[in-house]
T-cell receptor, first 115, second 113 residues
Framework: KAGVTQTPRYLIKTRGQQVTLSCSPI?????VSWYQQTPGQGLQFLFE???????NKGNFPGRFSGRQFSNSRSEMNVSTLELGDSALYLC??????????????FGSGTQLSVL | QQQVKQSPQSLIVQKGGISIINCAYE??????FPWYQQFPGKGPALLIA?????SEKKEGRFTISFNKSAKQFSLHIMDSQPGDSATYFC????????????FGTGTRLLVSP
C-alpha cells in the first residue's frame, strides 16, 4: 500500500505570492490533517478534513486554508506569503475521523521557503 | 494549558545505553499520549502510545512510563543503537472527536557507535 504522498517536495516562493500544496492519503483513509513544522515552534496543527468538511482548525490566520475532495485528496493554500511561513508542511492521514486515538500516518512533507 | 513540554532538547547516548526523554503536560483532559520518531527528510512515524489508565507500556526496546498524578510521561529506549538516532516528539490529544495532536518541541537523539 502506498503511503501518504505530498507534492511538491520542495517549493520556493517570494513574499506576497500564494502557494498550493497537495496531499494524497493512504488508500481507504478518509481523514486528512495538516501540520506546520518549524525549528522554533515544532509541529503545530493546521486543520483536519473528513468527508470534504473541515472538522477542526488550529490557531493560524485566515491566509491558511484547505479543502478535501471526494477522493479524500487534500490541498492546502497559503495566500499572501510571509517570510515566517517558511516551514515543512506535513500531511497526515488516518482511516476515519472522530477518534483522537487513531494512528496518524505522515507524509514526508513539502518544504516551503519564502524569500 | 494546551502545551506539552519536552526535555532535553538534544541527547547524546553511547551505543547500548539507555535514552530517556521526558514530557509534561497541564491539561488533564488529554487522554492519549503518543511518541513519534522522525528521521531527516521524513515525516514523523508513530513509535508507541499510551493511555492514562496504565502506568507503563513496553514495545521491544521502547517503553513509555506514565505518571498521571505528576502529569508527566517519558520514553525510555533500552540498548540504544545508532539506527535510533532521530528526532523524537511526544504528543497529546483529547477525546473531543477531532484529530488534533499537541506536540512537544522535540528531542534530537544521537547514539554514538
Amino acid at each position: 500500500k502506498a503511503g501518504v504522498t505530498q507534492t511538491p517536495r520542495y517549493l520556493i516562493k517570494t513574499r506576497g505570492q500564494q502557494v498550493t500544496l497537495s496531499c494524497s492519503p493512504i488508500s481507504g483513509h478518509r481523514s486528512v490533517s495538516w501540520y506546520q513544522q518549524t525549528p522554533g515552534q515544532g509541529l503545530q496543527f493546521l486543520f483536519e478534513y473528513f468527508s470534504e468538511t473541515q472538522r477542526n482548525k488550529g490557531n493560524f490566520p485566515g491566509r491558511f486554508s484547505g479543502r478535501q475532495f471526494s477522493n479524500s485528496r487534500s490541498e492546502m493554500n497559503v495566500s499572501t506569503l510571509e517570510l515566517g511561513d517558511s516551514a515543512l508542511y506535513l500531511c497526515a492521514s488516518s482511516p476515519r475521523a472522530g477518534s483522537t486515538n487513531e494512528k496518524l500516518f505522515f507524509g514526508s512533507g513539502t518544504q516551503l521557503s519564502v524569500l | 494549558q494546551q502545551q506539552v513540554k519536552q526535555s532535553p532538547q538534544s541527547l547524546i547516548v553511547q551505543k547500548g545505553g539507555i535514552s530517556i526523554i521526558n514530557c509534561a503536560y497541564e491539561n488533564t483532559a488529554f487522554d492519549y499520549f503518543p511518541w513519534y520518531q522522525q528521521f531527516p527528510g521524513k515525516g514523523p512515524a508513530l513509535l508507541i502510545a499510551i493511555r492514562p489508565d496504565v502506568s507503563e507500556k513496553k514495545e521491544g526496546r521502547f517503553t513509555i512510563s506514565f505518571n498521571k498524578s505528576a502529569k508527566q510521561f517519558s520514553l525510555h529506549i533500552m540498548d540504544s543503537q545508532p539506527g535510533d538516532s532521530a528526532t523524537y516528539f511526544c504528543a497529546a490529544s483529547m477525546n473531543t472527536g477531532f484529530q488534533k495532536l499537541v506536540f512537544g518541541t522535540g528531542t534530537r537523539l544521537l547514539v554514538s557507535p
